[in-house]
């Protein structure tokens, strides 16, 4: 698969797909992005680990334009956003974030649509394709997630987990270069989890790169190139798996690794 | 010939002595209706008891449905009847009282679904969270259900009260005089002479105690929303 | 109460021929509305530059005016603009028959465009911001967002209250007689003022009112069936 | 606004109520007819028609009259609800409302003029012919009176279009003075009334026809206090207490010139 | 602790606490409940396992009677509500309510009150507490979530994982004989992971009463009393976390568990 990366704040090499420099933001007062920055290859799969509260959520809205940074330059796909500029044109914003899709912490279905229409929406409408192409597309998604046969379900009649698989069906279904995964299995059972996971395996090998938020550490190791850890809202380690999680450097990151061996409660 | 200026002074301190009427004409229909609307509401959305539901959609469509004048005069003239015929003359009552209980039915019914539009917006999850922490429907509706379904409502309500406020023009037609009714007596008065001037004052009055209205109105809104927008 | 049936029976023809003009009064009307209300609604929510705050300020003055003196000042405006215009357009002054149709609709279009501008403004605002990011991550511009996922939900949403001003607008546009425009409740007025039967003549106007209103009440309801069926359970019970 | 408060009911539930052999009567008066009835500026009544009452209720012992100004939708159907025993405001006579009410004997007279621009030929309702009046609300006692001339003179077409608001009167007559229509069909008190804002003057033409006005009761009280009061309209009439009224009013005596019309023996 | 209850559809023991006779529900023509009955007794910890879908959030939900069962016998703390006799009066909905609280899948916190107000609201309306007292107790619940020094945000103002937290205390605060629990884990890292499940752990000791429905298998084995894996809306499996994790009697379970093994990827 890709090479990794190297650390933040270096030069975007050419298979650069998603590059973040120096990344700021601020809600109010409270600084929950300071100074953030790293790039990520075309079809790499990076993870990121922090606890509850270290601004992950906003990096990935960030990266998809939906929280607007204080300053820092974010590209994807060689469209870049000088936040530093002041506000973008929604034109490019726009152009920008059609390289992306999004899984959202939340899930935010489409209340009024049914789950198939929940998933054939970009692709007809942005991706004007027509309806046939559209809804074959969106099975096959919803088969890879295990929700045939849900098609035309609205998203408050299901569980919590079978929001979850609609909302990465969707995301899945658009094909774009980058996909950012917000906690993609944290409702789902350990069975789902490895499947959602394999498909995902599946989609990076395809060469789609991935941004995943997550708190499955045995996914970070397994699956993804880079592993980032952040703790209030810095990146605190960024490297290879293997150095990150296993040879953590700072005692920040032992002690949070630490407490999945804890896990066992004895 | 009188100028425009002359015939404005001299209507103005009676259109001003005549604004406490018109609050007065305002004020009670708004807060009864609120109440009302709330019950007639809740008897619709709760969908609890079918019998009570029709009887409020039918009500609410006839409030809503028919011409305000003829409210009125079924208040004005069938109301004392239907008293007098379970035992108590009210025939002494003035024209005011009638105004506002016929504002009020009348107000409660297009309240009732405005505050249903409020409702409809309202994210169930708020409902069973409050449930879930043991609240009776009592409370659960004061500290979850309105709050949240006034956020929403208030822009609505606030032009339901506006309408109201210059509704109370109409007090006229049964004899309860406010600004219009001073208004139109001064009109017929002066032989029609002047009409759009003292019109034109008698706006003005209306025009300012509906801003003021709507300023107020806006202020509260945003301060109900405040738990929406970002934290600055 | 003491009513001459015989002349209710006999004044309804009257009064149900006089409802064309009232539908058609009330539609237009609506229509114009309808429009204005999305204009400013549209530049309130948007934030447009100076836009929003001179619609904000239109608006408010329209609100404090009673609808009353906004006709009549389209009643004494009308000859005057008219004859502004006279042989413009093919047009030619004629005194007698002065254009008051439009002046109503256009009186009767910002009243209520004003009211209904604040119903499209709060339900925007009740739809959760969710719902136009998870839009926006799929790519979808904001006017495809709009059309495709929050302005169905609005349309939900507002539906008590749109239905509230249609049928505010529809009884409103009595006060349309005031510049000459014939509608239903004058028509049922003046038809009884040979013998001053105007409570009676009102009540007929008010059954067709009410026919009406409970038709558009239904019509609102089916919506909310279609449109708003994913608030509804799938036929379930919840306690 | 007292909410004076309800008392238990005693006898009846009519609007008149006797004490001690007195019968108190509701007379309601139009609120917006001035000079004939009308609210002066605290909303007490006012007018022609209330000092005629007063005299009819001086002659009248075992009735007190009490008066009230209502709207005139309001009071028409307050009547005939019977909220009110009787309404005064200058109201013609036609069958339909013979019909719904009980119409009293004419107790004052109403005349038509026509105001039209100063050089104007015309001088009557025939010269009219093939012309128009300003707009006449329906509902408008005058409206009444020429449909009712129109009817006794077949071989005269005059155009009176209706409208369904009422302008005032000043708007009328600059609508003859612009030449939109060709004359007011109004009284000179009326014209009167507003002739000082014009600034211009029109023509007035002599009284080109007249109508009694009527006091409409409401239909299921008895005739005893009709004809008690018809009775002393005759008598003041004939013995000039109510001229003396119209010369105060109107600068004219009402009955005389109804006399000369043939309206009045 | 408290021992083992027996399996399903026995009699209530005197220390039955939350006792769950024949539930059935159907969502429209979806049967999501088929037959569930199980007892808990006083200060057990039940955990439920299950796919996602399996009806976990439904059961939950209708032992908070937030869900009218179709039919079924449902007592907690003694109050019965007997859903075959048709629905039961809102008062005793109220009573058996009061006995419980909740912790929801989607959090659901009072959008408009602060995180203070989200915890105290309970405390002052239902419980009649003094304000100051409400205070001190809601501080105490959100120090043991770790959300101290957010009192006075509002719940769109903050992560998913803090918005958990504060579900969490909410539910704490009301100190209520039985707790339930859907996934209260899910957002949140390792780290808070076990933090939290500690102080679940501690307020068991306390005599409470738990029912978690959770995806955490390490935590079910090590904290609870009994389990119950459940599949399809039905008890699969219902015994002891060491014979029902451990000894799995069904194929359905013994797959379920595999995917925990299958979780390292490799
Ligand atoms: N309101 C509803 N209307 C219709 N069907 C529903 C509704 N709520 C849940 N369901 C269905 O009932 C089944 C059980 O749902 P439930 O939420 O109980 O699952 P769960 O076990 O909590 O799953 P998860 O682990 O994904 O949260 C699911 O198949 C779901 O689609
Ligand atoms: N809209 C907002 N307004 C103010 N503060 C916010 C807002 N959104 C997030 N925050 C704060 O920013 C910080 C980072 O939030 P973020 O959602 O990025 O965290 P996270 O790393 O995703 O956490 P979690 O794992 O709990 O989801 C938190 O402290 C949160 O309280
Ligand atoms: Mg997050
Ligand atoms: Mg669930």
């Known amino acids: 698969m890709a090479e990794l990366s190297a650390a933040g704040g270096t030069k975007p090499t050419e298979s650069t797909v998603v590059s973040v420099q120096g990344l700021k933001k601020s809600f109010g007062k409270t600084e929950v992005l300071k100074d953030v920055s790293f790039d990520v290859s075309q079809g790499q799969v990076l993870s990121i680990l922090g606890p509850s509260g270290s601004g992950k959520t906003t990096m990935l809205r960030c990266i998809n334009a939906l929280e607007r940074p204080d300053s820092g330059v974010i590209s994807v796909d060689g469209i870049s956003l000088d936040y530093g500029q002041g506000k973008p044109r929604f034109r490019d914003v726009l152009r920008q974030r059609r390289h992306t899709a999004m899984v959202f912490q939340h899930y935010n279905l489409f209340k009024n649509k049914t789950v198939l229409h929940n998933v054939t929406e970009g692709l007809t409408v942005v991706q004007r394709k027509k309806s046939e192409e559209a809804d074959a597309i969106a099975r096959d998604a919803l088969e890879a997630v295990g929700m045939t046969g849900f098609e035309d379900r609205y998203p408050s009649h299901l569980s919590g987990g079978q929001q979850q698989r609609v909302s990465i069906a969707r995301a899945l279904a658009l094909n774009p270069s980058v996909i950012l995964f917000d906690e993609p299995t944290s409702a789902l059972d350990p069975e789902r989890v490895n499947e959602v996971l394999k498909t995902m395996k599946d989609i990076a090998a395809r060469g789609v790169t991935m941004i995943v938020v997550t708190h499955e550490i045995r996914f970070a190791r397994a699956v993804s190139d880079t592993v980032i850890f952040m703790d209030c809202g810095r990146i605190v380690e960024h490297g290879a798996p293997q150095q990150v999680i296993d040879h953590p450097q700072t005692e920040r990151l032992q002690e949070f690794l630490n407490s999945l061996a804890a896990h066992e409660f004895e | 010939m009188e100028s425009p200026m002359q015939i404005v002074s001299k209507v103005l301190p009676g259109i001003i002595a005549h604004i406490p009427q018109t609050l007065l004409y305002w004020f009670l229909p708004s807060v009864l209706a609120l109440f009302f609307g709330a019950l007639l509401c809740w008897a619709r959305v709760s969908n609890r008891h079918r019998p009570l539901y029709w009887i409020c959609t039918v009500v609410i469509s006839f409030f809503r449905g028919t011409p305000g004048i003829v409210q009125i005069y079924i208040v004005f003239f069938g109301l004392p009847k239907l008293i007098w015929a379970i035992g108590y003359d009210v025939s002494d009552w003035t024209a005011g009282v009638y105004f506002v209980i016929a504002t009020t039915l009348n107000l409660s019914c297009f309240m009732a679904e405005t505050l249903r539009g409020g409702y409809l917006a309202l994210d169930r999850g708020q409902v069973e969270a409050g449930l879930s922490i043991g609240f009776s429907r009592v409370q659960n509706f004061v500290h979850v259900i309105a709050p949240q379904t006034l956020k929403v409502a208030l822009l609505n309500i606030k032009n339901l009260e506006i309408d109201v406020l210059k509704d109370t023009s109409v007090a006229y037609t049964i004899g309860a005089v406010e600004i219009m009714g001073y208004a139109n007596r001064m009109i017929s008065l002066r032989s029609g002479l002047g009409q759009l001037w003292i019109l034109g004052t008698a706006a003005v009055i209306y025009f300012i105690m509906c801003t003021v209205l709507e300023v107020a109105f806006n202020l509260a809104t945003r301060r109900i929303s405040r738990f929406e927008g970002v934290s600055r | ?239 | 606004f007292g909410l004076a408060g309800c008392s238990k009911v005693s006898d009846s539930q009519s609007a008149s109520s006797s004490n001690g052999g007195v019968t108190t009567i509701n007379f309601v008066l139009e609120s917006n007819d001035k000079p004939y009835a009308y609210a002066d500026e605290n909303g007490n009544p006012a007018g022609f028609d209330l000092d005629v009452l007063k005299a009819i209720d001086d002659k009248l012992d075992n009735y007190s009259f009490k008066y009230q100004v209502q709207d005139y939708d309001t009071a028409l159907v307050g009547i005939k609800q019977g909220k009110y025993d009787a309404l005064i405001g200058a109201f013609f006579e036609t069958p339909a409302r013979a019909e719904e009410y009980q119409l009293s004997t004419p107790y004052n007279y109403y005349f038509m003029n026509l105001i039209v621009p100063e050089n104007s030929s015309i001088n009557s309702l025939e010269d009219l012919n093939g012309k128009s009046v300003a707009p006449i609300v329906p509902t408008d006692g005058r409206y009444v009176a020429i449909e009712n001339w129109l009817q006794r003179h077949p071989d005269v077409k005059i155009d009176v279009p209706t409208v369904s608001n009422q302008e005032t009167f000043q708007n009328m007559i600059n609508e003859v003075h612009d030449g939109t229509y060709d004359a007011v069909y109004l009284s000179k008190e009326q014209y009167d009334g507003v002739k000082d804002a014009l600034g211009y003057s029109m023509k007035v033409t002599d009284v080109v026809d007249g109508a009694g006005t009527v006091i409409l009761y409401n239909k299921d009280n008895g005739t005893d206090l009709k004809n008690d009061v018809d009775t002393q309209i005759s008598a003041l009439i004939n013995d000039g207490t109510f001229s003396d009224l119209s010369n105060k009013w109107f600068g004219q005596d009402n009955y005389a010139i109804a006399k000369n019309l043939g309206l009045l023996s």
Chains 1, 5 share one sequence.
Not at chain 3, 54 to 60: G, H, R, S, W, Y
Request: proline share 5%; hydrophobic share 55%.
């Open chain 3, 1 to 239: 109460m003491n009513l001459d049936v015989d002349f209710m029976i006999s004044d309804m023809p009257t009064v149900v021929a006089a409802l064309p003009s009232t539908l058609i009064l009330s539609l237009d009307s609506m229509l114009w509305a309808l429009v204005f209300a999305l204009i400013c609604g549209g530049a309130q929510l948007a934030r447009v530059p100076v836009l929003d705050k001179v619609t904000l300020v239109i608006n408010t003055f329209i609100k404090g005016i009673p609808l009353v003196v906004q006709l009549l000042f389209c009643y004494y405006a009308v000859p005057y603009v008219v004859k502004w215009f006279d042989g413009l357009m093919h047009r030619t002054y004629d005194p007698q028959h002065l254009p008051y149709f439009g002046a109503a609709v256009l009186a009767l279009a910002l009243n209520f465009g004003a009211y209904i501008t604040d119903v499209v403004i709060s339900s925007t605002r009740a739809i959760d911001r969710g719902q136009w990011e998870s839009a926006y991550a799929c790519g979808m511009t904001r006017f495809q967002a709009l059309r495709r996922v929050v302005a169905p939900q609005i349309v939900v949403i507002s539906l008590p209250n749109m239905t509230n001003y249609f049928i505010w607008l529809l009884k409103g546009t009595s006060l349309a007689s005031i510049v000459n425009v014939v509608e239903m409740l004058t028509t049922a007025r003046l038809s009884a003022a040979d013998g001053y039967q105007f409570l009676e003549a009102y009540i007929d106007a008010a059954i067709i009112y009410w026919i009406v209103c409970a038709f558009i009440e239904w019509l609102s309801g089916r919506i909310y069936h279609s449109a708003g069926s994913y608030l509804l359970p799938p036929n379930a019970s919840t306690a």
